[in-house]
């Protein structure tokens, strides 16, 4: 009988223990609602090439002169990146950190005129698409200045 009461006693102990840890010492975890900061490591991708595959990237648009022997034109427009972009469609076949990348203007000429947006901050959105001798170029579909 004493061996009964011990066993009855352990197993009641074991089971006021268990209740105690799980259901009172038992903190909620709560989860912070912050926006990621591009000081917490949130980098832009841009996942493939087309018009699938569109992402919103920021930076400032700069207008540059296109050197002669090229002959494509007088001037191109970049965007120089706040914070390297991961480009993981390019044609050296390896994803690239980037800092910067050459723009098409937006189809919609009449509604974005891409010469007011030079030398600004500007958040654009569209897609990568391929350029002059397998080069990577946004084709922008919309933008605003920040």
Request: aromatic residues 14%.
């Amino acid at each position: 009988m004493c061996k009964r009461t011990i066993c009855g006693v352990s197993a009641l102990l074991l089971l006021v223990i268990t209740f105690f840890l799980v259901f009172i010492l038992r903190k909620p975890v709560s989860t912070p609602n912050v926006e990621p900061t591009p000081e917490q490591g949130v980098t832009r991708v841009i996942e493939g090439v087309g018009e699938e595959s569109t992402v919103f990237l920021e930076g400032t648009i700069r207008k540059e002169a296109i050197p002669r022997e090229l002959e494509l034109g007088d001037y191109w427009y970049w965007i120089y990146f706040d914070t390297p972009v991961l480009q993981k469609n390019n044609a050296s076949g390896v994803p690239l950190y980037i800092d910067k990348m050459q723009l098409n203007p937006p189809i919609e000429k009449d509604f974005y005129n891409i010469e007011d947006f030079v030398d600004k901050s500007v958040e654009v959105y569209g897609y990568q698409t391929w350029g002059y001798a397998e080069s990577s170029v946004f084709q922008i579909l919309s933008l605003r200045a920040l």
